[in-house]
RNA sequence: GGCCCCAUCGUCUAGUGGUUAGGACGGCAGAUUUUCAUUCUGCAAACCGGAGUUCGAUUCUCCGUGGGGUCACCA
């Protein structure tokens, strides 16, 4: 295609509804990669053409979803200091600040004839509509206004009637054909394109003439997209032609389906990007895992992990699937470990307390207990990295180091053991950590050092089961001697007094 | 319903006119193990169906089936 003699200017265009859908950040993802990949440009423009659906600070919404999640477009809205500003030459970027421009376009197709003004009821096209179903035929409007005379449209615009601009489709032109970068010829016949309305009596544009008109004046050389706008293609590519406009290339990606393979959807849980951060997935691994759904890099690569930069590198739309992709939140836990396990401790420590500790300090606190030490919490990362999939889960893996769980003194006493032993074991433990300088709890060796020949001794279940027990008040936890790394000698041997006294009793 | 699109393990997918159809997630079984998690080993699991082309089709063609998308003054 000439992607490689045209400065690649793409853009991502969602309506500020709602959250952005991880299946538009899929398509946004896809336009930056090709984007960076070309040394081209990437557009971010908001389509907030329909009134009704409006939602307040979403455009604000999506520019920080972005931002998070590391995919940087080069133009559009941006924020500055609490501020909306646009940024690039080509701008706004906003369509409610373009409406000049839509309506100075439709007067053009109005004047050419490539469009025409209607005035039709809804209630007259439901009614039309109904009868064309009836007739089985496909339901389209049927050109009544077509006919309406210059002097009877003048009275009825100056008597202030409402009316529409609608496209004027020949259905006598025959097939509308084109190439899609993904989909490969395509090939809709005129017959099957409705008058399509473009400019709607609030004076809004609809999508269809917003969107050409925008593709074309932003320079725009390829729209990509997702495939739920490939049956309207041929209706962008009728207005390109009655402009007289180049028509840019297309790629129409497929769909991202829930477990019953339809279109995900809002309403249907968490599919919104904030709520994978909420939910403690790491922008990293949400990219690395979208990005592979619909695409991947063939030719027997059995990599996984990719970092943004090796997208860029490696991505390639002409390897993107045809068929929709089922978004499998499992395998996503598994990626998001991946990405947790290669932080530094530093670093998870960093992203956790972010967003997902502080509720819980806090009601801590109110119990009395105190928050742990930056080195504690390092080495509760350490230890939590393996077992958690998502950043979420930290505390509620790491709970017991604040304070040990309430346990059942019997619980100490491990499956093939007596309390009498038990007690034996925690004492004879107890006595070893007493005996052991402070700088032996620096290492996990040290300590395995100093108690595993006890343990072999007298069986590694009977003496590590309780002591652990007792240092956690949790049935499953990391090792004894993790623990008593991260809670230092005195903190453990307090633990382990206390339960000695318990199990006494 | 009209039109359009799609089709390899449950899921994401690789792949070829001749392969033991490969990998990953998940599942199952086992090993390691004080518990959980790791780690390791092994196993089960797919070319939607029918014709045609061909010496030979999972691969190419057609038909069928199934699934999906779209048919707004929403995007």
Known sequence: MNSDNKEVRVRFAPSPTGF?????????????????????????????TDQNRLVEGATEGLIN?????????????????????AKGDFGPYIQSERLDLYKNHANELLSSGKAYRCFCTPERLEM??????????????????????????EK???????????????????????????????????REVDDQVLMKSDGFPTYHLASVVDDHLMKISHVIRADEWLVSTP???LLYEAFGWEIPEFAHLPLLVNMERKKLSKRQGDVAVEDFLKAGYLPEALTNF???????PGEGETQEKFSLEELVDRFDLSRVQKGSAVFDVVKLDWLNNLYIRALDNKELVERVRKGFLSEHIESLSLMGVKDLSDEQYEKMAELAKERMKKLSEFFELSKFFWKAGEYEAADLVWKHSDAEKTLENMRAVEAILEGLDMSAFESVEAL????MPLADERGRGDVLWPVRYALSGQKASPSPFEIMWV????????RLDLAISALSV
């Open 235 to 237: 209706k962008h590519i």
């Open 128 to 153: 039309v509509r109904a009868q064309m179903q009836r007739d089985k035929q496909p339901p389209k409007y049927d050109k009544h206004c077509l006919s309406l005379s210059t002097d009877e449209i």
């Open 65 to 85: 979803v972005f931002t998070n999640m590391g995919v940087h477009y080069d133009e559009g809205p941006m924020i500055e200091e609490g501020k909306l500003v």
């Open 20 to 48: 952005l859908h991880v299946g538009g950040f899929r398509s946004a993802l896809y336009n930056y990669l090709f984007a960076k990949q070309h040394k081209g440009t990437f557009i971010l423009r908001i389509e907030d």
């Open 290 to 296: 979208v990005a592979l759904l619909g695409w991947n």
């Open 156 to 190: 009825r615009v100056a008597a202030g009637e409402k009316s529409v601009v609608r496209l004027n489709v020949d259905s006598e032109r025959g097939e509308i054909a084109f190439t899609d970068h993904v989909r490969g010829e395509v090939k809709i016949h005129a």
């Open 448 to 451: 395995e050092k100093a108690v």
């Open 487 to 494: 809670l230092g000698k005195e903190e453990s041997l307090l």
